[in-house]
């Protein structure tokens, strides 16, 4: 996959093309080779294109196909696959039509959209000016598509691929996402790596660290769907028993979201004191529909004198112990789960970073409670040096201690 533009090249927007075309692809078990951005310099998209026909039996460029004289892509095309470009009469009568109605006088730039290689297949696109171009071309396919992502979409669902479909015979791939939390990747691998070394040949993993999770990818590829899809359900039952405790969900889903089906399945509630969170715990919460049936509310009390105010913290226990200690955040999660009336509450309370550490409690230390109607229990973490990951981490590591809680 090649996309062009100077624009994805100094940073001034993101390829999310590639992104989205890469799931299609693999979802139709066509594997991806390499994903390249380059500039729109005629020589430039050359030298690529000779470069991927070698390596590629399809090749899919996005970009580059506008009216303006920074869309160069067309002109590179009749070079590289020694053409010309002529008027194609489908294109322009779609043109007219498609801007007509919208008050646009047709101009020679417009025309110009209905140039065409002369030994192209072109793909009319029914959401934009700027039509799809497919060749073959010494064994390769290569398709050329406007850069606008619901263009480019509509041209793949319903071009690009069905026309690789009749021409190639691909293979199935199958993919499953487990969702982890409370062991670091190399604890986990350890844990797991007899499961991991009896994997039969045709299922691949992955390990894909983040703030949020350490999820872990099977891939399956094969013939047969269903044995693959049965082969995988079988592995992941497996993994399940070896870290009962570790895994929180599969695919899309959100700690938050899974615990609040509980929470809703038993009837419970749960409310949020927060300080070095800044209220993202209460985010995750609700993000997901539905959540107040469950979740009641939060306080941030990020400064001292509101956990004294709001929270009835009191201010000799901070003054003593600190505001990071076990002792206030355990008092913090009782009396919130008071003031809200809810069944459990969550308090955190931690030093974010990038400064406020001191050597006893370096920055990065996070304490977190998880209050009950007849308990509290309390945790102290320390994750790191970098102020927006510590927030991430310290939301999720206090669901998942709700989430043990509730198992």
């Given at each position: 996959?090649?996309?062009?533009?100077?624009?994805?090249?100094i940073?001034?927007?993101?390829?999310?093309n590639?992104?989205?075309m890469a799931?299609?692809?693999n979802?139709?078990?066509?594997n991806?080779?390499?994903?390249?951005?380059?500039?729109?310099?005629?020589a430039?998209i050359?030298?690529?294109?000779n470069?991927s026909?070698?390596?590629a039996?399809i090749i899919?460029?996005?970009?580059?196909?506008?009216?303006?004289?920074?869309?160069?892509t067309?002109a590179?095309i009749c070079n590289?696959?020694?053409?010309?470009l002529?008027?194609?009469?489908e294109?322009?009568?779609?043109?007219?039509?498609?801007?007509?109605?919208?008050?646009?006088?047709?101009?020679?730039?417009n025309?110009?959209?209905?140039?065409?290689?002369?030994?192209?297949?072109?793909l009319?696109?029914?959401?934009?000016t700027a039509p799809?171009?497919l060749?073959?071309?010494?064994?390769?396919?290569?398709?050329?598509?406007?850069?606008?992502?619901?263009?480019?979409?509509y041209?793949?669902?319903?071009?690009?691929?069905?026309?690789?479909?009749k021409?190639f015979?691909?293979?199935t791939?199958?993919?499953?996402?487990?969702?982890?939390q409370g062991?670091?990747?190399s604890?986990?691998?350890e844990r797991?790596?007899?499961?991991?070394?009896?994997l039969?040949?045709?299922?691949?993993?992955?390990?894909?660290?983040?703030p949020q999770?350490?999820?872990?990818?099977?891939?399956?590829?094969?013939?047969?769907?269903?044995?693959?899809?049965?082969?995988?359900e079988?592995?992941i039952?497996?993994l399940?028993?070896?870290?009962?405790?570790?895994?929180?969900?599969y695919?899309?889903?959100?700690?938050?979201?899974?615990?609040?089906n509980?929470?809703?399945?038993?009837?419970?509630?749960?409310?949020?004191?927060?300080?070095?969170?800044g209220g993202?715990?209460?985010?995750?919460f609700?993000?997901?529909?539905?959540?107040s049936?469950?979740?009641?509310?939060?306080?941030?009390?990020?400064?001292n004198?509101?956990?004294?105010?709001?929270?009835g913290i009191?201010?000799?226990?901070?003054?003593?112990k600190g505001?990071?200690?076990?002792?206030?955040?355990?008092a913090?999660?009782l009396?919130a789960?008071?003031?809200m009336g809810?069944?459990?509450?969550?308090?955190?309370s931690g030093?974010a970073?990038?400064d406020?550490?001191?050597?006893e409690?370096p920055v990065?230390?996070?304490?977190?409670?998880?209050a009950?109607?007849?308990?509290?229990?309390s945790?102290v973490?320390?994750?790191?040096?970098?102020?927006e990951?510590?927030?991430?981490?310290?939301?999720?590591a206090?669901l998942?201690?709700?989430?043990?809680?509730?198992?």
């Open positions: 996959m090649i996309t062009i533009g100077d624009e994805i090249l940073g001034q927007i993101i390829d999310t590639s992104a989205w799931k299609q692809l979802d139709e078990g066509i991806v080779r390499e994903i390249t951005s380059i500039s729109d310099q005629p430039h050359i030298a690529t294109l470069e026909g070698r390596k039996s899919l460029v996005t970009g580059g196909l506008g009216p303006t004289k920074d869309d160069r067309k590179a590289f696959f020694g053409t010309q002529v008027e194609n009469q294109v322009l009568d779609h043109i007219i039509k498609l801007l007509t109605p919208r008050g646009v006088v047709i101009n020679s730039l025309r110009e959209q209905a140039l065409v290689p002369e030994t192209a297949t072109v009319v696109n029914k959401l934009g799809g171009l060749f073959h071309h010494e064994g390769s396919i290569f398709v050329f598509m406007p850069g606008v992502p619901f263009e480019m979409k041209l793949m669902e319903n071009e690009v691929l069905p026309r690789i479909k021409l015979n691909t293979t791939i199958i993919h499953r996402t487990v969702l982890t062991l670091p990747e604890m986990l691998a797991i790596a007899d499961w991991e070394d009896s039969p040949d045709c299922i691949s993993l992955a390990y894909l660290p983040s999770s350490l999820k872990l990818r099977l891939s399956a590829r094969g013939d047969d769907h269903a044995y693959l899809s049965q082969l995988l079988e592995r039952s497996e399940a028993k070896i870290i009962p405790d570790n895994i929180y969900g695919e899309d889903d959100s700690m938050a979201g899974n615990i609040g509980i929470l809703k399945e038993k009837g419970l509630t749960v409310s949020t004191a927060e300080s070095c969170t993202n715990i209460a985010h995750f609700t993000l997901n529909p539905g959540s049936v469950y979740y009641k509310g939060s306080v941030v009390t990020y400064s004198d509101l956990k004294i105010k709001l929270l009191d201010p000799q226990v901070i003054a003593a505001a990071v200690s076990k002792e206030v955040v355990e913090m999660a009396n789960r008071r003031l809810t069944d459990f509450a969550i308090a955190t030093i970073g990038p406020g550490g001191t050597p409690k990065g230390t996070v304490w977190i409670a998880v009950g109607t007849e308990f509290v229990v945790k973490f320390n994750f790191g040096d970098h102020r990951r510590n927030i991430i981490r310290s939301s999720q206090a998942n201690m709700l989430r043990l809680i509730l198992k």
